[in-house]
């Protein structure tokens, strides 16, 4: 589902700039085992966060390669947009869920940008600090204006996921999130395929 493309680490490394720009962004999450109204089971905690543009997307940021390592850039941009939750955090390449080349935008004029996402899973706590600690992030405020929970949930009248899916999502942030519930199951097939034609069909 919405995979094709996708790039191994190893494989969008060979994109060296000064063409192409790298991306470390990531999905973080927990399981739960919270109800919605004492009744729907939530599952799972997912993040994402609100962009100083308006948009939708994943914490993270670009990798410069004074950095070091993608995974050295993206935990620098974790702790300036999480704050000190994300301090304890460690992430490698093992993380690495795939990288899309050539996404339209462009950060700056000739460039090309390739977006690699890193999926996480965390102990709740560790979730639940990173929550906590968000409002003291260096860019709270600045380019994050805050963290939010993906409704995982389809209720009988359309509203959760689909509601979720049709809001504006940064680059391909759509399609990493589509991509990653798909595959680590978080949303079961059936219900992520009813959640994607009903967000389809609903007005915006
Ligand atoms: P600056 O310090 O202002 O450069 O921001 P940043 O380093 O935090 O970069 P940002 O997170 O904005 O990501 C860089 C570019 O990647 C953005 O201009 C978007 O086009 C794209 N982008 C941002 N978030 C996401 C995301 O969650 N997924 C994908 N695929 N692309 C993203
Ligand atoms: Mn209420
Ligand atoms: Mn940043
Ligand atoms: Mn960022
Ligand atoms: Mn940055
Ligand atoms: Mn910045």
Redesign the pocket.
């Known amino acids: 589902m919405g995979d094709r493309g996708l790039l191994s680490r190893a494989e969008a490394l060979r994109l060296e700039p000064p063409t192409w720009?790298h991306?470390c962004?990531a999905l973080l999450y927990a399981p739960c085992s919270g109800r919605l109204f004492g009744r729907v089971p939530l599952r799972f905690v997912l993040l994402?966060?609100l962009?100083?543009?308006g948009?939708?997307?994943?914490?993270?940021?670009?990798?410069d390669l004074r950095d070091g390592s993608l995974e050295a850039g993206l935990l620098r941009?974790l702790r300036?947009?999480l704050g000190p939750g994300a301090t304890g955090l460690e992430v490698g390449p093992e993380e690495h869920a795939g990288a899309?080349p050539g996404?339209s935008?462009e950060?700056r004029p000739g460039q090309r940008?390739v977006?690699h996402?890193y999926v996480k899973q965390l102990q709740p706590e560790q979730l639940r600090d990173i929550e906590e600690g968000a409002a003291r992030a260096p860019?709270h405020g600045l380019?994050v204006l805050g963290l939010v929970r993906v409704p995982l949930h389809t209720l009988r009248d359309g509203s959760g996921l689909p509601e979720f899916l049709q809001q504006r999502?940064?680059?391909?942030?759509r399609?990493?999130l589509l991509d990653a519930l798909h595959r680590l199951n978080l949303v079961p097939g059936h219900e992520l395929e009813r959640a994607l034609s009903l967000a389809r069909r609903s007005p915006n």
């Open positions: 720009c991306a962004h994402m966060q962009r100083f543009d948009r939708l997307g994943f914490p993270g940021g670009i990798v941009e300036e947009e899309r996404s935008h950060p940008l977006a996402l860019e380019e999502f940064v680059g391909s942030a399609d990493q």
